[in-house]
């Protein structure tokens, strides 16, 4: 299907929600590499001589590598707290109220941030901004998921990632004209900025649909789900993958709900349904416990521990000072033209999920990576500026291919909405604890090794990764149901 036939049929107020709610993955991206173009600045390695914005603060703060690292990584702990916690919380309360709750750690933590005389309330600010990211990269792909057209979710569930990658290249280019004097702390509460932003833009929007179902309110859930596709939209088909089989039941099990005794024993079949619905969701330990929800964790989480294994971040939070020796001025306008190529690539590829399927777009962006991390290494090795920059330009390009989207779709595709939350936060917190790792550990390792051969660790992660996506990860294009993409009998409500 031409991707330009979708979008005659979209309302605007479909777009508006797709938009307002993917601020919170831009924010994700903009702290991830908001102290990657101005780290020297920041850590008082290059000092400028032009007057402070704010005379009672410094103009900036000593930092060793060691404690950078920190500052750096701590927005990976906070990240973890935040989508450990966010899964349940959106489950239970709804997407839309855990959304809201996201935009108050990021308004709150980049005062913290911009204002910090110190590596503590770096640090401080730092965390609480990962609060909201972490939560965010959690719910919003669910929410997206739940809101966009049944055949075209691998295309909308990409802007995640297209809107995690706008938020890197935002940041880097306020950190190219920025990183001087105290204008740094400015890149630093811009965050703030845009999270009152989205603070603003959910309080008209609206709660998803089938999350609505789920809980027993059928009839709100269709009238919800006709003010997102427009009223003369056909929803019938979509709302049977409710597992509601006609309007006519929608109808029952909302009356039921409110009407007396008698009129339940009547409509007994739908309340037991309502009710099922209600008390289905799966927790934590639930989800490793159920034989048929672990091998579906176990595989979202290595494909989101691959994301970052593979060294994405290496470039994105370290990339300006990892290749400053080798390409002087240009290292920072190289972040920044990666950057844009990040969101050209991911828009660009946004339909391939849909076309080729999740699982060779993810085979195909993991080889890629692969094969640039080997052309990086020597190209550092060898001070080869032109085979560097060439590498970084494709490392990147093949992320968005595959490993960047993906994984945020697969999250909600390979299990049933009772265990979509509790297998987010399974999968973000895999995903933050290995981007700590690459955060506190790439300059230490980086430094150890000399200039470049991490970047033969991370093939090896790419072959073995490869292999494994390639034997455990099944294919979900074009399966309606979690039950169908494993293969299982699909289960009924009786």
Same mark, same amino acid.
């Given at each position: 299907m031409d991707p330009r036939s979708w979008f005659k049929d979209l309302t605007g107020y479909f777009i508006y929600l797709l938009l307002i709610s993917t601020i919170g993955p831009l924010l994700f991206g903009f702290h991830l590499a908001e102290l990657n173009a101005p780290q020297d600045v920041?850590?008082?390695?290059?000092?400028?001589?032009?007057?402070?914005?704010?005379?009672?603060?410094?103009q900036c703060i000593p930092m060793n590598p060691t404690q950078f690292g920190l500052v750096s990584s701590i927005f990976t702990l906070g990240g973890l707290v935040g989508a450990l916690a966010a899964g349940?919380?959106?489950?239970?309360?709804?997407?839309?109220?855990?959304?809201h709750a996201t935009t108050v750690f990021f308004a709150v933590g980049p005062i913290f941030e911009a204002l910090a005389p110190s590596i503590a309330v770096m640090t401080v600010g730092r965390f609480i901004s990962g609060l909201g990211a972490g939560a965010s990269v959690v719910v919003v792909p669910i929410y997206i998921s739940e809101i966009a057209p049944p055949g075209e979710k691998g295309f909308f569930g990409s802007f995640t990632q297209v809107m995690?990658?706008?938020?890197?290249? *935002?940041? +880097?280019?306020? =950190?190219?004209?920025?990183?001087?004097? &105290?204008?740094?702390?400015?890149? !630093? #509460?811009?965050?703030?900025?845009?999270?009152?932003?989205?603070?603003?833009?959910?309080?008209v929007a609206v709660e998803s649909p089938k999350w609505m179902a789920d809980q027993?309110?059928?009839?709100?859930?269709?009238?919800?789900?006709?003010?997102?596709?427009?009223?003369?939209?056909?929803?019938?088909?979509?709302?049977?993958?409710?597992?509601?089989?006609?309007?006519?039941?929608?109808?029952?099990?909302?009356?039921?709900?409110?009407?007396?005794?008698?009129? *339940?024993? +009547?409509?007994? =079949?739908?309340?037991?349904?309502?009710? &099922?619905?209600?008390?289905?969701? !799966? #927790?934590?330990?639930?989800?490793?416990?159920?034989?048929?929800?672990?091998?579906?964790?176990?595989?979202?989480?290595?494909?989101?521990?691959?994301?970052?294994?593979?060294?994405?971040?290496?470039?994105?939070m370290y990339g300006v000072s990892l290749l400053s020796d080798l390409l002087a001025a240009n290292s920072a306008l190289l972040n920044v033209l990666v950057a844009v190529l990040n969101v050209i690539v991911t828009i660009s590829c946004a339909p391939l999920s849909d076309k080729l399927g999740r699982k060779t777009c993810l085979l195909l962006s993991i080889a890629g990576m692969g094969t640039n991390s080997l052309l990086l290494a020597?190209?550092?090795?060898?001070?080869?500026?032109?085979?560097?920059?060439?590498?970084?330009?494709?490392?990147?390009?093949?992320?968005?291919?595959?490993?960047?989207?993906?994984?945020?779709?697969?999250?909600?595709?390979?299990?049933?909405?009772?265990?979509v939350g509790a297998t987010q936060s399974w999968a973000l917190a895999a995903n933050w604890i290995s981007t700590f790792a690459i955060a506190q550990f790439f300059p230490v390792v980086n430094q150890k090794l000399g200039g470049g051969k991490v970047y033969f660790i991370f093939a090896g992660m790419a072959a073995f990764f490869a292999a494994l996506v390639a034997w455990w990860v099944p294919e979900t294009k074009g399966k309606r149901t979690a039950d169908e993409v494993w293969g299982r009998e699909a289960r009924r409500v009786d």
């Open positions: 920041v850590t008082c390695v290059k000092r400028s001589v032009s007057a402070s914005l704010l005379p009672s603060l410094p349940p919380l959106s489950a239970r309360y709804g997407r839309l109220p855990t959304m995690i990658n706008f938020g890197i290249f *935002v940041t +880097q280019l306020l =950190g190219y004209f920025l990183s001087k004097g &105290q204008y740094w702390r400015i890149i !630093l #509460g811009v965050g703030g900025a845009i999270g009152l932003v989205q603070t603003a833009g959910l309080f027993g309110k059928p009839a709100l859930a269709k009238k919800t789900l006709k003010r997102i596709r427009g009223h003369a939209a056909n929803i019938e088909e979509e709302v049977v993958g409710w597992g509601i089989e006609s309007q006519g039941d929608m109808e029952d099990e909302e009356q039921t709900l409110l009407d007396n005794e008698d009129h *339940v024993s +009547q409509h007994g =079949g739908s309340s037991s349904k309502t009710k &099922q619905a209600r008390t289905q969701v !799966l #927790g934590f330990v639930e989800v490793l416990r159920s034989p048929d929800t672990n091998k579906a964790v176990f595989a979202v989480t290595m494909v989101m521990v691959a994301q970052q294994l593979c060294g994405i971040n290496s470039i994105v020597i190209g550092i090795m060898r001070h080869i500026p032109v085979l560097s920059a060439v590498a970084v330009l494709l490392f990147v390009a093949s992320f968005g291919l595959g490993l960047g989207p993906v994984p945020f779709i697969l999250s909600s595709e390979l299990v049933g909405p009772e265990a």
